[in-house]
């Protein structure tokens, strides 16, 4: 009876932790979204300027480093640091936007950044899982608590049985 009640309390934990997952990814997008935005106006001097010579960002900044002034590395290195974050934001807005949605989790994965994550989680608010995406994860969920729960309820006999053993029993 205990078993049974426990398996339903992790199966509808895992139902209702994974059914968050597609709110999740949404706030993380917008995350993304925003820091592309403001990395992509950080760098709108640079790339202006670059522009109007007829250059790339990176080479007008190759061009900046000859120059080789104390002030002026520690600005290239800077820049240089931004347009790496830039193409990497990119190329993970992208990614995500183009995954389809049985895909998206996998994707998200691949193009992670920690930064991103801490700082939706601490803006996260949870959805209500109404959408055919947010039931396939809330039933996933499921499957994971289920299996989490079998898991440890194996383990916990076997070493209950290894404590206890059951006597022989005589025919």
């Not at 800077?78 to 830039?86: K, S, T």
Request: glycine letters at 8%; charged letters at 15%; proline letters at 4%.
């Amino acid at each position: 009876m205990l078993s049974r009640l426990v398996n339903g309390v992790f199966s509808v934990t895992g139902a209702a932790g994974f059914s968050q997952a597609p709110g999740f990814l949404v706030q993380y997008q917008q995350q993304l979204a925003g820091r592309l935005a403001q990395v992509t106006d950080d760098l709108s001097a640079l790339t202006d300027a670059a522009q109007r010579l007829g250059m790339t960002a990176e080479a007008f900044l190759a061009l900046a480093d000859q120059e080789q002034g104390v002030y002026s590395a520690a600005l290239i290195a800077g820049a240089r640091q931004a347009l790496n974050d830039q193409a990497a934001l990119q190329a993970a807005y992208d990614a995500l936007t183009a995954a389809p949605a049985a895909t998206r989790g996998l994707t998200f994965l691949q193009y992670l950044d920690e930064a991103v994550v801490r700082d939706t989680l601490a803006n996260f608010a949870p959805v209500v899982p109404l959408t055919l995406e947010g039931l396939l994860y809330a039933g996933a969920g499921l499957l994971v608590g289920v299996g989490l729960f079998a898991l440890l309820d194996s383990a916990a006999r076997r070493t209950w049985q290894g404590i206890f053993p059951r006597p022989q029993q005589k025919t």
